[in-house]
């Protein structure tokens, strides 16, 4: 076993470990986990029953059924992402909730006594039991209600949808109407306007005797004759652009060129014709050269005809050119005439007008300006009137809320099952909130860890003197491997004299020094048990012995110590009570004469047991630990907190006296798996011992 400092020792925690914390601590999870599912599931029962009821809309944005403006009102297919978001605020608003409230009388519906609820409350229960969620990738919307009573929340469903689709509608309604009302005013405002303009620019045209010639508009004759010659003037320069275009291709293009191109410049017969009769002569010739080689005579002739057909060619697009060019020349000379023209007759026009006409001409653009706005003023309003007159239906009731007989909640298995859980962590963490302020020992390592001494026993629960329990009792075992740990400690043997100690009291040392003492004299060695707790002997009561006289006596020098030793009736094992305590025990435990009486034991016995008071409030152990060979500490588990254990441990220390090892006792094996398997091995091992002894016993018999 190892015997490092608690400094070394690991303190990493493996899994184990935290389940070895449930399993001892299995009886506050589970009552923590039973009490939170009984709270729980009564607590469930308790609570009213919710029925929830749905109805279903769809939403769409506010347009006419059938859009007979569909080119001028575009935006009614424009896409808005943030829209259903909005009429989920709507569906919630207080508006909203406040007409369904009215409708439906909640207020009266919901008192007590006859009395109205109060319109807020009515509407934070309504808020409370309303839902508006979308159904994804659709534009459908579900209005889920939930209430105590099915009826009420089909009914209440049913008249959100209904108030919210009116809403909409008298929305839409009252909107068209405030436009087209709007829209009335300002034109009555622009045909007043429109009348004033009109007065104007005939004052002006009577005052300067302007003839204007009536049509789709007034038209000044004088502007006419000008108009037309810039018609002109524009249609000449066009013609001589294009054909100034025409020619500098032509000029640019070399023959090869020209040949090439020509069916892209011009579309006269000849030259297409001549253009095809060359691609299908080039045919020819290609494929006689092909046959016959570049002198035969059949070769000859059908490059001749193909040259022949090029000059032609040439000819012919040289021609067209010099025509191109003559027809650029008139062209250009009829823009020159009309451009000079206009320019006379406009001088003439501004000298004969002069500028007593232009307010004339500012009049009549603010009147054509005024016109504009009047006629879309006009056509706007007949559109929203017609628009307001087409049907439209921008919320549609998909699906009608029915009442729905089956609960929602409470879910009775759901909260059980939470409660399950919740109850489970609760308990496990009580658990190790427990276990993290409990600072006892509670497993061999936490001895070798904290107190650096080596485990040499491991005893369990509900020990009892082996004398009691008889040599074949299953926990002779545990003992038996505490004699057999103790041979293999630093000293390498188990005779000697030992006295067994502990920290406080209460923790099981004088049931183990006694029990060790037995397995030591069943083992055939010649032992002596020695009570040294002279306040609270307890040996002599276990043996069933006289205590009057004993170690006292002994060591006041009033009985000699083979006097005061007694048999027992356990073959091997002898025993020294303590004695009676003297009212004065000053000078009682004289180390120099504790040291003799171990040392003349020794001489006599195999081993010497002594058993000592604990360590903390008494200072008799350590002087008689000190005189023996060894101590062995007994600590029983999740009893005292490790820092008295430490301290009772640097107390021994500090006389120098040699501590061998300790005994973990009174350990619950059925809380902890580790030391049940080990409780078991032990178990096994009795009763293969006790087969083997039996079966020895036969043989001899035989």
């Not at 020792?9 to 009552?31: C, G, M, N, P």
């Not at 040599?471 to 505490?482: F, G, I």
């Not at 040996?539 to 009057?548: A, T």
């Not at 058993?611 to 903390?616: E, K, R």
Request: glycine share 6%; charged share 25%.
């Amino acid at each position: 076993m190892s015997d490092k400092p608690a400094e070394q020792q690991s303190d990493t925690l493996h899994f184990l470990d935290y389940w070895r914390v449930i399993r001892s601590r299995k009886e506050i999870v589970l009552a923590v986990a039973i009490l939170v599912v009984l709270t729980g599931t009564v607590y469930t029962l308790m609570l009213p029953n919710i029925y929830a009821s749905v109805s279903r809309i769809s939403i769409s944005e506010d347009a006419p059924e059938i859009n007979p403006f569909s080119m001028q009102q575009s935006y009614y297919s424009s896409y808005n992402p943030y829209f259903l978001r909005t009429q989920f605020e709507i569906l919630q608003s207080k508006p909203i909730l406040h007409e369904v409230i009215n409708r439906l009388n909640l207020q009266s519906e919901w008192g007590k006594d006859g009395e109205k609820l109060p319109r807020d409350v009515a509407y934070k229960i309504l808020k409370n039991s309303l839902s508006v969620f979308q159904q994804r990738d659709t534009t459908l919307v579900v209005i889920s209600v939930k209430r105590d009573n099915p009826n009420e929340a089909a009914k209440i469903a049913n008249e959100v949808a209904e108030v919210y689709h009116d809403s909409r509608l008298e929305i839409s309604s009252k909107d068209s109407r405030a436009a087209i009302d709007k829209i009335a005013e300002a034109l009555k405002e622009q045909r007043e306007r429109m009348n004033a303009a009109e007065q104007v620019v005939e004052d002006l045209r009577k005052k300067y005797g302007i003839a204007e010639i009536s049509g789709e508009g007034s038209v000044d004759a004088r502007n006419m004759r000008l108009q037309q010659l810039e018609g002109e003037r524009m249609a000449a320069r066009r013609e001589m652009i294009n054909k100034q275009g025409a020619l500098n291709i032509l000029e640019e293009l070399d023959e090869e060129g020209l040949i090439e191109q020509a069916s892209y410049l011009t579309f006269d017969q000849m030259v297409m014709s001549t253009i095809q009769q060359i691609q299908d002569v080039d045919v020819q010739l290609s494929s006689l050269e092909a046959d016959y080689g570049e002198n035969h005579p059949e070769v000859q002739r059908v490059r001749s005809q193909l040259k022949t057909l090029g000059n032609t060619l040439s000819q012919r697009i040289t021609a067209l050119r010099n025509g191109l060019k003559t027809e650029y020349i008139l062209a250009k000379n009829m823009f020159e005439a009309l451009d000079k023209e206009l320019e006379e007759e406009r001088t003439s026009s501004i000298e004969s007008q002069g500028a007593e006409l232009r307010p004339f001409r500012n009049a009549q653009t603010d009147l054509e300006a005024e016109q504009f706005i009047y006629t879309q003023l006009n056509a706007k309003l007949r559109q929203e009137i017609i628009t307001l007159q087409i049907p439209r239906n921008p919320v549609e009731i998909i699906d009608v809320a029915e009442p729905n007989n089956r609960p929602v909640s409470p879910n009775l298995f759901m909260n059980v099952l939470l409660s399950i859980f919740v109850g489970l962590g609760a308990g496990v963490g009580l658990a190790y909130f427990i276990e993290y302020l409990d600072t006892s020992i509670k497993t061999a390592d936490d001895v070798e860890r904290v107190l650096g001494l080596p485990v040499l026993g491991l005893i369990p629960q509900k020990v009892r003197p082996l004398v009691e329990e008889g040599p074949d009792s299953e926990h002779a075992e545990a003992y038996r491997v505490l004699r057999t740990n103790l041979a293999f400690t630093e000293g390498g043997s188990h005779k000697g004299a030992f006295c067994v100690l502990s920290g406080g009291s209460g923790e099981g040392k004088s049931t183990t020094v006694f029990n060790l003492a037995y397995v030591c004299a069943q083992q055939g060695e010649k032992v002596l048990l020695v009570d040294a707790d002279l306040r609270r002997p307890v040996q002599h009561l276990i043996l069933g012995v006289s205590n009057r006289f004993g170690l006292t006596n002994v060591l006041l020098r009033d009985v000699p110590v083979e006097e005061a030793i007694k048999a027992t009736s356990i073959p091997n094992l002898h025993f020294l009570p303590s004695g009676r305590l003297p009212r004065t025990s000053l000078g009682v435990l004289d180390p120099k004469r504790i040291g003799e009486l171990i040392s003349s034991l020794k001489t006599k016995y195999d081993v010497v047991l002594i058993d000592t008071p604990p360590l903390v409030g008494i200072s008799d152990s350590p002087i008689i630990a000190k005189e023996t060979d060894g101590a062995i500490l007994v600590v029983q588990y999740r009893k005292y907190p490790r820092d008295m254990l430490v301290k009772a441990k640097q107390m021994i220390e500090t006389l120098g006296v040699n501590m061998v090892g300790a005994v973990l006792n009174n350990i619950n094996v059925m809380r902890d798996d580790y030391y049940y398997y080990y409780h078991s091995d032990y178990t096994e091992y009795s009763d293969y011992q006790q087969n083997f002894q039996d079966e020895s016993v036969t043989d001899k018999s035989a």
